[in-house]
């Protein structure tokens, strides 16, 4: 049930762009993205409910393809500070919250 | 910032010994969780508690693993006996009803 990610690692130069996927062979409700730099806890950015939303704040935006069950996160104009591993963790039933945790994608941010 | 509480930090052990890891939620996040995150891997959810009962732990190797959140605030995850391959990191979270869940520092736990 775990979701997989792609790629597993990105390197990019400072004012770049990058996108990050997320493939599940369920069906799903929602899925949620996090952000974990190394040694510390995942910090959440967003969740996309089913029906298709878009979201995003600052350059940071996602969106979520129920009928391929897929979701995309989009990095605009990358920031040192964006380095780090990104988490989708995928829910299947509304309101379970139980998530499923992909294998992460490992950003790093170049100068 | 309200956080998540998690206690200790580190700990290291010999195999066949008994752990407990300790979670303070944060106040008034009536949902908690229990994650084990083995290095290079992302979270795999051991125990889901709604208030004091426990919603999901299908993936809790019960014949070792046990959790509590006996007044639905605070919770212990405990190993007993510990063994190698229960080395990683292990992760509290909480939240407010089903949104987004506020992670704690974690315990990585070593076993010997």
């Known amino acids: 049930q775990q979701p997989v990610q792609s790629p597993q690692a990105v390197i990019l130069r400072e004012g770049e762009d990058a996108v990050i996927n997320c493939s599940s062979s369920k069906a799903l409700y929602s899925v949620h993205w996090y952000r974990q730099k190394h040694g510390e806890a995942p910090v959440f950015l967003m969740i996309?409910?089913?029906?298709?939303e878009q979201k995003g704040h600052d350059k940071i935006s996602a969106s979520f393809n129920e009928k391929k069950q897929q979701s995309s996160l989009y990095l605009t104009a990358s920031q040192l500070s964006y380095s780090g591993t990104y988490f989708c963790?995928?829910?299947?039933?509304?309101?379970?919250?139980?998530?499923?945790f992909g294998t992460g994608t490992r950003l790093t941010v170049i100068p | 910032e309200a956080e998540v509480a998690q206690s200790p930090r580190y700990k290291i052990t010999e195999k066949s010994q008994a752990v407990a890891f300790w979670c303070d939620p944060i106040?008034?996040?009536?949902?908690l969780y229990w994650y084990r995150q083995i290095l290079g891997q992302g979270p795999e959810l051991l125990v889901q508690?709604?208030?004091?009962?426990?919603?999901?732990d299908s993936q809790l190797p019960k014949d070792r693993f046990s959790a509590e959140r006996l007044k639905g605030v605070d919770s212990t995850l405990k190993i007993q006996p510990a063994e190698l391959g229960d080395s990683a990191m292990y992760l509290c979270?909480?939240?407010?009803?089903?949104?987004?869940?506020?992670f704690g520092p974690g315990t990585r736990l070593t076993v010997l």
């Open positions: 963790g995928t829910e299947r039933l509304r309101g379970a919250n139980n998530l499923f």
């Open positions: 979270a909480s939240s407010y009803r089903y949104n987004e869940q506020f």
């Open positions: 508690f709604q208030d004091e009962s426990v919603v999901d």
């Open positions: 996309l409910l089913k029906g298709g």
């Open positions: 106040s008034g996040h009536a949902t």
